[in-house]
């Protein structure tokens, strides 16, 4: 048989791909190495298997595929040659990992080398467990590793120290196994043993409380061997610019951190310690600053003296004038937490919060620096370090710092100048200008809670509305791009307007403006194509409140109403016809409902203020108001309903329009609508019922279905029919949710007059849910020449038999009427 050609060496192969130009190039030259590989390794050829496997290592590196020599590895492995034994280690830790079964194959390998005469592969063993050692693997071998901790052999003891790191994690209960061992690795001369049993004891010490508490009473041993490092001469074995091991100084410095916590003895015995590391380590190079860092973290985190502590931030303080911007992230991240922990111990330790308070200016210097990371640090420290005593100052700088700092910190830096401003605002006119900046700079970007926050602060001010409207009138001229802004303006004028007018400001001087000037310029926002749906919405009521505070403007006011009842934006064309149908059928009711907002109470649910939501956004309005009759609100007594209509007397009840609309949660059959007392008196409490708005305020304000999926094989049903009037059922289902059932209510009149003033309502029991949209109309045609139409969505996720209480309110020939009806005979196929 003809013998293949010797192997190219490593070197040859190294060389030959870097003198590849293109990608493509070097992807043809690996191709064909490989390929001479695999046939090197079928051909059984042990002589160049070494040299082989070390080229396809290089071929891992470089990315490309070499899982085909796995068992080419496990073969080197268990060859009696070290430079076997060597690259096949090296290529089972680099291609082989526990995911694999090969892996298993090579425990038997493993266990016969750890107990090899010689220490080099006894240590190539150990390397390869603490690589990649599989659980089952560990347990099988822990004891050899166990006994390899004993050796008097400082080379086998630090590698078989970093294999029983890796066992604990991989099987913690063998934790206690080497806890007899671990003892006596502290009392190695050897920096590598020291190093690599520190390792150790910070692993078991970090995996089980009983091993913390175990070796809390090595601290004075730790404490010595990092003396020993500070005073120790030079040593060229071990010295790092001039530090003697700094590495393991490092990993001694956490272990007694997580040895000091919540520790008061141990934490005790290291402040001495800490102390001189702290003042004696040359901070010239970036090994020495390693230490103290940790040093600081150290100092933090245990229960150190308060001297000490001051120590550690004066530290950090210095870490801040570094040039290098590492240096100076690190030391901001630190003070960031390290502050949060201080600040609650600030009843006991006072001093440290003066001594962070010492480095304030630096740190809000560092709110100027160009690195992104820095100033973002800066920023998150600046806040923390805000209480009541320099509240004016910090937020000064901060202020400054919005207006001119990247889009990406103003949202951030918004809703920590709210925060700070709540909590340690020094006068109710300082909040409310500190806000307004706020708004005025990044109205954009803030949350959403601002706006009501801010109208409930307005509100609550009562001796600041003459001053507040006016620097709200005066933004709002200058600049209408900040949304939020313009809603909080829009709000206050309408609230204030006659505040606004009437020049009585006494913070500061008046300024004269005329009810003309202040509905152009809410007029100007109306037609503004900066002006979001909501936006429009504040601006609309706005001008509706104010017909009631403005006396010779209320012409305008209805021409402006009456124009948007038109209007192409549905929320808009709600509003409108809402506020037109006061004008022209509830006049006298008019002031009632627009009177001022009283003081809101903070809620810990919905923020400061009690705000309606509309259309899933929050947006205060003249519904707001508690004196609003027909405001949804939750509704203690059975005559709640009549207050949605306007009085508690039914004779004189004047209908709005649209009605609102009812979701029931009732006990029993919602007894809404029954036992309403025609006298007016107030009946005792019924069930607690919460009545909200639906999600949309005028669905359903079309004649046209909302919902086009005909259920067929629905029989439609007559509802009622009495006195002329007829009421149909038909129904339909929902496109999105097979458990709402769609009803369209048909109102008919067979009589030879109109009906007018025609209300429907209706209640369901508990276990459903009920939502009334708006009418087509509210006048019933005579003799059948047209239908009023209303669509009324039910919720019925048991599937439950539908039952329906209805109310109608109408009036005829003059007189007004209701009746009430309850609907028991829905066909099954509208439930089921």
Same mark, same amino acid.
């Given at each position: 048989?003809?013998?293949?050609?010797?192997?190219?060496?490593?070197?040859?192969?190294?060389?030959?791909?870097?003198?590849?130009?293109?990608?493509?190039?070097?992807?043809?030259?690996?191709?064909?190495?490989?390929? !001479?590989?695999?046939?090197?390794?079928?051909?059984?050829?042990?002589?160049?298997?070494?040299?082989?496997?070390?080229?396809?290592?290089?071929?891992?590196?470089?990315?490309?595929?070499?899982?085909?020599?796995?068992?080419?590895?496990?073969?080197?492995?268990?060859?009696?040659?070290?430079?076997?034994?060597?690259?096949?280690?090296?290529?089972?830790?680099?291609?082989?990992?526990?995911?694999?079964?090969?892996?298993?194959?090579?425990?038997?390998?493993?266990?016969?080398?750890?107990?090899?005469?010689?220490? *080099?592969?006894?240590?190539?063993?150990?390397?390869?467990?603490?690589?990649?050692?599989?659980?089952?693997?560990?347990?099988?071998?822990? $004891?050899?590793?166990?006994?390899?901790?004993?050796?008097?052999?400082?080379?086998?003891?630090?590698?078989?120290?970093?294999?029983? %790191?890796?066992?604990?994690?991989?099987?913690?209960?063998?934790?206690?196994?080497?806890?007899?061992?671990?003892?006596?690795?502290?009392?190695?001369?050897?920096? $590598?043993?020291?190093?690599?049993?520190?390792?150790?004891?910070? /692993?078991?010490?970090?995996?089980?409380?009983?091993?913390?508490?175990?070796?809390?009473?090595?601290?004075?041993?730790?404490?010595?061997? #990092?003396?020993?490092?500070?005073?120790?001469?030079?040593?060229?074995?071990?010295?790092?610019?001039?530090?003697?091991?700094?590495?393991?100084?490092?990993?001694?410095?956490?272990?007694?951190?997580?040895?000091?916590?919540?520790?008061?003895?141990?934490?005790?015995?290291?402040?001495?310690?800490?102390?001189? %590391?702290?003042?004696?380590?040359?901070?010239?190079?970036?090994?020495?600053?390693?230490?103290?860092?940790?040093?600081?973290?150290?100092?933090?985190?245990?229960?150190?003296?308060?001297?000490?502590?001051?120590?550690?931030?004066?530290?950090?303080?210095?870490?801040?004038?570094?040039?290098?911007?590492?240096?100076?992230?690190?030391?901001?991240?630190?003070?960031?937490?390290?502050?949060?922990? &201080?600040?609650?111990?600030?009843?006991? %330790?006072?001093?440290?919060?003066?001594?962070?308070?010492?480095?304030?200016?630096?740190?809000?210097?560092?709110?100027?620096?160009?690195?992104?990371?820095?100033?973002?640090?800066?920023?998150?420290?600046?806040?923390?370090?805000?209480?009541?005593?320099?509240?004016?100052?910090?937020?000064?700088?901060?202020?400054?710092?919005?207006?001119?700092?990247?889009?990406?910190?103003?949202?951030?830096?918004?809703?920590?100048?709210?925060?700070?401003?709540?909590?340690?605002?020094?006068?109710?006119?300082?909040?409310?200008?500190?806000?307004?900046?706020?708004?005025?700079?990044?109205?954009?970007?803030?949350?959403?809670?601002?706006?009501?926050?801010?109208?409930?602060?307005?509100?609550?001010?009562?001796?600041?509305?003459?001053?507040?409207?006016?620097?709200?009138?005066?933004?709002?001229?200058?600049?209408?791009?900040?949304?939020?802004?313009?809603?909080?303006?829009?709000?206050?004028?309408?609230?204030? $307007?006659?505040?606004?007018?009437? $020049?009585?400001?006494?913070?500061?001087?008046?300024?004269?403006?005329?009810?003309?000037?202040?509905?152009?310029?809410?007029?100007?926002?109306?037609?503004?194509?900066?002006?979001?749906?909501?936006?429009?919405?504040?601006?609309?009521?706005?001008?509706?409140?104010?017909?009631?505070?403005?006396?010779?403007?209320?012409?305008?006011?209805?021409?402006?109403?009456?124009?948007?009842?038109?209007?192409?934006?549905?929320?808009?064309?709600?509003?409108?016809?809402?506020?037109?149908?006061?004008?022209?059928?509830?006049?006298?009711?008019?002031?009632?409902?627009?009177?001022?907002?009283?003081?809101?109470?903070?809620?810990?649910?919905?923020?400061?203020?009690?705000?309606?939501?509309?259309?899933?956004?929050?947006?205060?309005?003249? &519904?707001?108001?508690?004196?609003?009759?027909?405001?949804?609100?939750?509704?203690?007594?059975?005559?709640?309903?009549?207050?949605?209509?306007?009085?508690?007397?039914?004779?004189?009840?004047?209908?709005?329009?649209?009605?609102?609309?009812?979701?029931?949660?009732?006990?029993?059959?919602?007894?809404?609508?029954?036992?309403?007392?025609?006298?007016?008196?107030?009946?005792?409490?019924?069930?607690?019922?919460?009545?909200?708005?639906?999600?949309?305020?005028?669905?359903?304000?079309?004649?046209?279905?909302? *919902?086009?999926?005909?259920?067929?094989?629905?029989?439609?049903?007559? !509802?009622?029919?009495?006195?002329?009037?007829?009421?149909? *059922?038909?129904?339909?289902?929902?496109?999105?949710?097979?458990?709402?059932?769609?009803?369209?209510?048909?109102?008919?009149?067979?009589?030879?007059?109109?009906?007018? /003033?025609?209300?429907?309502?209706?209640?369901?029991?508990?276990? *459903?849910?009920?939502? #009334? #949209?708006?009418?087509?109309?509210?006048?019933?045609?005579?003799?059948?020449?047209?239908?009023?139409?209303?669509?009324?969505?039910?919720?019925?996720?048991?599937?439950?038999?539908?039952?329906?209480?209805?109310?109608?309110?109408?009036?005829?020939?003059?007189?007004?009427?209701?009746?009430?009806?309850?609907?028991?005979?829905?066909?099954?196929?509208?439930?089921?």
């Amino acid at each position: 048989m003809k013998r293949m050609p010797a192997p190219i060496r490593l070197r040859e192969l190294i060389r030959t791909i870097r003198t590849a130009r293109t990608q493509a190039e070097e992807r043809e030259m690996i191709q064909k190495e490989c390929a !001479a590989i695999r046939s090197s390794f079928r051909e059984e050829d042990n002589t160049y298997r070494c040299r082989n496997v070390a080229k396809l290592l290089y071929m891992h590196m470089l990315g490309y595929p070499a899982h085909f020599g796995q068992l080419e590895c496990l073969k080197l492995i268990a060859s009696q040659k070290f430079t076997d034994k060597r690259i096949g280690y090296l290529g089972a830790m680099l291609l082989l990992d526990e995911r694999q079964d090969v892996h298993l194959l090579m425990t038997n390998c493993i266990k016969n080398d750890l107990n090899h005469s010689t220490q *080099f592969v006894q240590g190539l063993a150990l390397c390869t467990l603490g690589c990649m050692g599989s659980s089952e693997m560990c347990r099988d071998l822990a $004891g050899e590793v166990e006994k390899l901790l004993k050796t008097s052999n400082s080379y086998l003891r630090k590698k078989a120290a970093l294999s029983a %790191v890796h066992v604990i994690r991989k099987v913690p209960e063998l934790m206690e196994m080497f806890l007899p061992a671990t003892k006596n690795l502290l009392n190695e001369k050897n920096h $590598g043993v020291l190093h690599t049993s520190v390792v150790l004891l910070t /692993e078991m010490c970090e995996r089980s409380p009983d091993m913390l508490a175990h070796f809390r009473k090595l601290v004075p041993q730790l404490v010595r061997i #990092l003396k020993n490092l500070i005073m120790s001469g030079y040593s060229p074995e071990h010295d790092v610019s001039g530090i003697s091991d700094p590495f393991l100084q490092v990993r001694i410095l956490r272990l007694l951190r997580i040895l000091g916590r919540n520790d008061d003895d141990s934490s005790e015995a290291m402040n001495d310690i800490l102390a001189q %590391v702290a003042t004696n380590t040359e901070t010239s190079k970036n090994v020495g600053n390693a230490i103290l860092y940790e040093t600081v973290l150290t100092i933090m985190d245990i229960k150190s003296e308060s001297g000490l502590r001051v120590l550690a931030i004066n530290i950090l303080g210095r870490f801040l004038l570094n040039n290098d911007k590492n240096i100076r992230q690190v030391s901001l991240y630190t003070l960031v937490f390290g502050y949060v922990a &201080l600040t609650s111990l600030l009843k006991t %330790v006072q001093t440290d919060h003066n001594a962070v308070q010492r480095h304030r200016s630096t740190i809000v210097d560092c709110l100027k620096d160009l690195d992104v990371s820095i100033k973002r640090r800066a920023m998150e420290l600046s806040f923390a370090l805000v209480n009541g005593n320099n509240i004016r100052g910090m937020m000064k700088e901060l202020l400054y710092f919005l207006d001119s700092c990247d889009p990406e910190f103003k949202a951030d830096c918004a809703s920590g100048v709210f925060h700070a401003a709540e909590k340690y605002a020094p006068s109710k006119r300082w909040h409310i200008d500190t806000i307004m900046r706020v708004l005025t700079t990044a109205g954009s970007y803030v949350r959403d809670d601002a706006v009501p926050n801010l109208i409930q602060l307005i509100t609550n001010s009562v001796e600041m509305h003459g001053y507040t409207v006016q620097r709200l009138y005066k933004a709002l001229i200058d600049d209408i791009s900040q949304q939020p802004l313009i809603q909080v303006s829009s709000w206050c004028i309408g609230e204030y $307007g006659d505040l606004l007018v009437s $020049g009585k400001c006494e913070e500061e001087e008046p300024i004269q403006v005329t009810e003309d000037e202040v509905l152009d310029v809410l007029e100007g926002i109306l037609v503004s194509n900066l002006s979001s749906t909501v936006t429009r919405g504040y601006s609309l009521t706005a001008i509706m409140k104010l017909s009631t505070r403005f006396a010779s403007t209320v012409n305008r006011i209805k021409k402006v109403v009456l124009v948007y009842g038109s209007s192409i934006d549905v929320e808009l064309q709600q509003r409108a016809v809402e506020y037109n149908a006061l004008f022209k059928k509830y006049d006298h009711m008019r002031p009632a409902l627009l009177e001022r907002m009283p003081v809101m109470e903070k809620t810990s649910t919905n923020g400061p203020t009690e705000i309606v939501q509309t259309n899933g956004e929050t947006e205060p309005s003249i &519904l707001e108001t508690k004196h609003m009759p027909n405001v949804p609100q939750p509704a203690n007594q059975a005559n709640d309903l009549l207050d949605l209509l306007g009085g508690n007397d039914v004779i004189s009840v004047i209908q709005t329009a649209p009605p609102t609309k009812l979701v029931s949660a009732g006990g029993e059959l919602l007894d809404l609508l029954g036992d309403l007392s025609l006298s007016g008196s107030v009946p005792a409490p019924g069930p607690q019922v919460s009545i909200s708005q639906p999600p949309f305020l005028l669905d359903g304000l079309a004649s046209q279905p909302l *919902f086009n999926d005909v259920a067929a094989g629905i029989p439609p049903m007559i !509802a009622y029919n009495k006195n002329g009037l007829k009421i149909d *059922f038909t129904f339909e289902r929902s496109n999105t949710n097979p458990n709402i059932a769609v009803i369209t209510m048909h109102a008919s009149n067979s009589t030879e007059v109109e009906m007018t /003033e025609f209300v429907f309502q209706a209640a369901v029991p508990k276990t *459903f849910q009920l939502q #009334l #949209l708006s009418p087509s109309s509210n006048i019933v045609p005579a003799l059948n020449a047209g239908t009023v139409t209303q669509i009324i969505k039910v919720l019925n996720p048991q599937k439950q038999q539908l039952r329906m209480r209805v109310k109608l309110t109408y009036t005829h020939k003059g007189s007004s009427l209701q009746d009430l009806a309850e609907v028991n005979n829905f066909p099954p196929q509208s439930w089921q």
